[in-house]
């Protein structure tokens, strides 16, 4: 089942994508006058074609899922043949070289727009997300910055934030540009309040490998997960027969600290059928109760339930907007995710980050299946930071992708006549080589990741 779901989230995220992307160039080329011969969900053979409009575009799925294109009618294909009199004023390349940068800048902008509109709609529906609470190891780079276990992140460099995730942006942006993160905390106290503290943590010092999934882990920095309190019983559980009640804070099992909620979730679904002493905190006073995790599931996947939910809600922040300023802040994630990405590549390029960062489909499926699981506001989140991925990716300027196309009309501008064919079917040969280089990469990693 969870394999189906993987794949069918993996379908919808590149079904979209690409989609989008695509009618981003064919919407443009037919603002412009350019003929569009065929409209490809996929790459290589044509499994499935109908023909619609004036100008009966074929509208196909391809054999390959992974991508997909719009052929306009253009004299350099082989298979155009000879473009008929009336058709001869809507030939791509007869278009000013303007036109054509619209054509091909439309796609990634149309993936841009996608990820804008995406993010603004979560932003004002309000996105629940980790708070930015701590738990800090001893003797870490963390620890000796005077960070400690509870604090809530408030600001990294004058920059406020609210959820764990805003809080490792803004840390890996400190750590891409080699300086030290200025942190604004709340800490608190021993009589139940807070109070305001800084610190400052020495992002420079990570190296160039070291800015990775891992990054969080050698500076001793991870999420606080919530104390062990009880939300709902359910009626007729095994909770309920204990004698649990909603608010009791579980302290220990079999008299071993419980240190938060997700251990003891864990705790109770490793003990299927096994009788276990609870040490709850109830009123101020500590109650022991025996409790027994009845056995649900079969075989090797038989676990203990309680019935009993354990409260996250003291863990989680709503992310939100109005209207407007949710734009602005889509507008602002989606330029700071693209200058991000283009950072890190130019990182990789030059050897001060480690090729581990480049990802291929498996990982993009794995993500999508995983995001799918947990909810739709995750799902959605996830499609509109792969949409800003693909965005930036179809603008570098490699030959056979979008990039590459825009600076051969960039040199087309500046030398006033277009670029020499054999130079430009050199430039193909040699784009369509690193292309593959990186698909090589890619596929290594994530099949790394995945025996891993």
């Not at 044509?46 to 009966?56: A, E, H, K, L, T």
């Not at 001869?88 to 303007?98: G, K, P, Y």
């Not at 283009?342 to 990182?347: A, D, V």
């Not at 992708?401 to 006549?417: I, K, Q």
Request: net charge neutral.
């Amino acid at each position: 089942m969870a394999l189906l779901q993987t794949v069918l989230a993996f379908a919808v995220v590149i079904g979209v994508l690409v989609v989008i992307h695509e009618l981003g160039h064919y919407l443009v080329a037919r603002w412009c006058g350019v003929k569009v011969l065929r409209f490809s969900v996929g790459m290589g053979k044509v499994v499935w074609s109908r023909r619609f409009g004036p100008d009966q575009t074929e509208w196909a799925l391809s054999a390959v899922p992974l991508g997909g294109y719009v052929k306009m009618l253009d004299a350099r294909d082989d298979d155009v043949g000879e473009i008929a009199a009336g058709d001869a004023a809507r030939e791509f390349t007869r278009q000013s070289v303007w036109k054509r940068i619209a054509i091909v800048a439309a796609g990634p902008l149309a993936n841009f727009l996608l990820a804008i509109v995406i993010l603004a709609g979560l932003y004002v529906h309000g996105m629940p997300e980790p708070a930015s609470r701590v738990a800090v190891l001893p003797d870490s780079p963390a620890a000796l910055a005077g960070l400690r276990s509870g604090d809530r992140i408030t600001a990294v460099n004058d920059v406020p934030v609210r959820s764990w995730g805003e809080l490792r942006w803004e840390l890996l942006e400190s750590a891409m540009q080699g300086r030290p993160a200025r942190i604004a905390l709340q800490r608190p106290d021993s009589r139940g309040g807070q109070v305001l503290d800084d610190a400052v943590l020495p992002m420079q010092s990570l190296t160039a490998g070291e800015l990775d999934d891992g990054m969080f882990d050698r500076l001793g920095i991870d999420l606080a997960k919530p104390p062990a309190l009880l939300g709902e019983i359910m009626a007729g559980g095994a909770a309920a027969e204990a004698g649990l009640r909603s608010g009791d804070l579980v302290m220990a099992v079999d008299g071993k600290p419980v240190a938060d909620g997700a251990r003891f979730i864990e705790l109770m679904q490793a003990a299927p059928g096994r009788r276990l002493e609870l040490d709850v905190l109830r009123d101020g006073q500590v109650v022991r109760l025996p409790v027994t995790p009845r056995a649900e599931g079969s075989g090797d996947r038989m676990v203990g339930r309680i019935r009993a939910q354990v409260d996250m809600s003291s863990a989680m922040v709503i992310v939100d907007a109005p209207p407007v300023e949710a734009v602005a802040r889509a507008v602002r994630k989606t330029w700071d995710t693209s200058a991000m990405t283009i950072t890190m590549l130019g990182k990789m390029l030059m050897g001060e980050a480690s090729l581990k960062n480049i990802t291929g489909p498996i990982t993009i499926a794995d993500y999508a299946g995983q995001t799918a699981r947990v909810g739709w506001i995750s799902f959605l989140s996830f499609m509109a930071f792969i949409s800003i991925s693909l965005g930036v990716m179809n603008l570098l300027p490699i030959p056979v992708l979008d990039g590459g196309h825009l600076l051969y009309y960039a040199l087309e501008l500046f030398s006033g006549r277009p670029l020499p064919d054999h130079i430009s079917a050199l430039a193909q040969r040699a784009g369509i080589g690193l292309l593959m280089v990186l698909m090589a990469v890619a596929m290594f990693n994530d099949i790394a990741r995945l025996i891993g």
